[in-house]
C-alpha cells in the first residue's frame, strides 16, 4: 500500500544556511545512496502533514524539537520511477515545510543517515550531482523565494 503523502523539511539556521542529511550507503533505494536531501519521510494514514513533519523530522530524524516558524513552503507530486528507484519509490504528493533553528548542530540527534551538514546557497552548487534531483530543484526555489520577501 502506498503512503498518502510526504513530507520535508527546510531548515534554516540563522545565517541562512540550510541543514540536509545525508543518506547512508545502504539507503534502500540505491540510486540515492549516499546523497544529500531534506530531513523527511511518508506521513501515515490519518496523520496530518504538520504531524508527519513533526513525528519524521522532530522525533525520528533530528531530535530538534524546537524548531521555529513552521511553515508550508510547497506541495510538489513526486514519482521517484523517473530517477530509475524500483524499492518503495516515493509517488504522491509531497510537503515541503520551512522553518528556524538556531544553528547549535550539537542539538541534533541523528537517528537516520550517514550524517548532516549546513550548506549556504552557494555552496549548494557543489552537491548539486549528489543530491535528490526533485530536492535540490525545491532548495533552490525557496532560495529564491527568500529574496522576495
Same mark, same amino acid.
Given at each position: 500500500?502506498?503512503?498518502p ?5 527546510l ?9 540536509? /542529511?545525508?543518506k ?6 540505491? /540510486? @540515492? ?5 531534506? @530531513? ?8 496530518t ?11 525520528? #530524524?533530528?531530535?530538534? #524539537? ?6 508550508l ?5 513526486i514519482d ?8 518503495k519509490?516515493?509517488? &504522491?504528493?509531497c510537503?515541503? @515545510? #520551512?522553518?528556524?533553528?538556531? &544553528?547549535?548542530?550539537?542539538? %541534533?540527534?541523528?537517528r ?11 555552496? *549548494?552548487? /557543489?552537491?548539486?550531482?549528489?543530491? @535528490?534531483?526533485?530536492?535540490f #530543484?525545491? %532548495? ?5 523565494? *527568500?529574496?522576495?520577501?
Amino acid at each position: 500500500m502506498e503512503n498518502p503523502f510526504y513530507v520535508g523539511a527546510l531548515i534554516l539556521n540563522p545565517s541562512n544556511e540550510i541543514l540536509l /542529511q545525508r543518506k547512508d550507503l545502504g539507503y534502500p533505494k540505491k /540510486q @540515492f545512496a549516499g546523497m544529500w536531501t531534506t @530531513f523527511g519521510g511518508a506521513g501515515n494514514y490519518g496523520e496530518t502533514p504538520i504531524e508527519a513533519f513533526d513525528r519524521e523530522v522532530c522525533m525520528e #530524524e533530528t531530535g530538534l #524539537e524546537d524548531l521555529l516558524d513552521i511553515k508550508l513552503f510547497k506541495i510538489i507530486d513526486i514519482d521517484e520511477t523517473k530517477y530509475g528507484i524500483t524499492h518503495k519509490p516515493s509517488k &504522491g504528493s509531497c510537503h515541503f @515545510f #520551512e522553518c528556524k533553528f538556531d &544553528g547549535n548542530l550539537s542539538k %541534533i540527534k541523528l537517528r537516520e543517515g550517514a550524517g548532516f551538514s549546513v550548506f549556504d546557497e552557494k555552496e *549548494l552548487k /557543489q552537491i548539486e550531482n549528489n543530491s @535528490f534531483p526533485y530536492v535540490f #530543484e525545491i %532548495i533552490k526555489r525557496f532560495y529564491d523565494s *527568500l529574496r522576495y520577501r
